[in-house]
């Protein structure tokens, strides 16, 4: 079965310091995508980054990259400059060639001033 | 425990027809969310109910409605469907509230609006 692992439930750092969000998967498919969506407490889902399985070259948007290691079935989110608001749950999903997605647990990030 | 479940898993409309979706959460969670998922829009927010009351709602025009039953099961309900309706309808349940919060995501349902 396909899997999303989130294993940090809850990160707290400081403003202007750089944070890494893990998340691992299971597939064993070649092809798939992979994203990281932060929300907020208003529910709103805000995709942050997106990851082409077939791309080896790490997405970047802004202050947030990943790193992506297809071998290690690795998708961690790094945030650079952590701003007071980037607090929120982050989660990390997996979609399949089927269009089936699979999230995982999320972690909690708390940027303190 | 059973995971989330939705039902239909598939289903396919025409423009003007009106569908209903269903979301049966884990056992013990009362909070209910739905979610659109789209190529274009990516995942969008569409309502949360708990203990049979819309608790939040998101962006989207009043085709879109929802309710929530004593039992916490929830269903979606879309009016008039337009072309542009054609998505991944997904379902969270959570048990917990704010920081405490975990959400558990179903299979969703996939949309097709002819």
């Not at chain 2, 425990?1 to 209903?20: E, F, H, M, N």
């Not at chain 2, 013990?28 to 995942?43: A, C, F, K, N």
Request: aromatic share 12%.
């Amino acid at each position: 079965a396909q899997t999303v692992t989130q294993s940090q439930p809850e990160m707290s750092v400081q403003e202007a310091e750089t944070v890494t969000l893990s998340c691992t998967y299971d597939t064993s498919e070649s092809n798939y995508y992979l994203f990281w969506y932060k929300q907020p407490p208003s529910r709103q889902m805000i995709l942050v980054i997106r990851q082409e399985a077939y791309k080896q070259q790490n997405a970047t948007e802004n202050r947030f990259s990943v790193n992506f290691q297809k071998a290690a079935k690795s998708f961690s989110l790094k945030i650079s400059d952590s701003q007071l608001g980037d607090t929120a749950m982050y989660f990390c999903a997996f979609l399949n060639r089927d269009d089936k997605i699979i999230f995982g647990k999320g972690t909690r990030l708390h940027i303190l001033p | 425990k059973a995971g989330v479940t939705q039902t239909p898993r598939y289903l396919i409309k025409t423009r003007g027809q009106q569908v209903t979706l269903s979301c049966s959460p884990i056992s013990g969670h009362r909070s209910v969310s739905w979610y659109q998922q789209t190529p274009g829009q990516g995942l969008q927010f569409l309502f949360e109910y708990f203990s049979e009351t819309q608790r939040n709602k998101g962006n989207f025009p009043g085709r879109f409605s929802g309710r929530q039953f004593s039992n916490s099961r929830s269903e979606m309900n879309v009016s008039t469907l337009e072309l542009g309706d054609s998505a991944l309808y997904l379902c969270a349940s959570s048990v917990g509230h704010g920081a405490q919060e975990t959400q558990y995501f179903g299979p969703g349902t996939r949309l097709l609006v002819l």
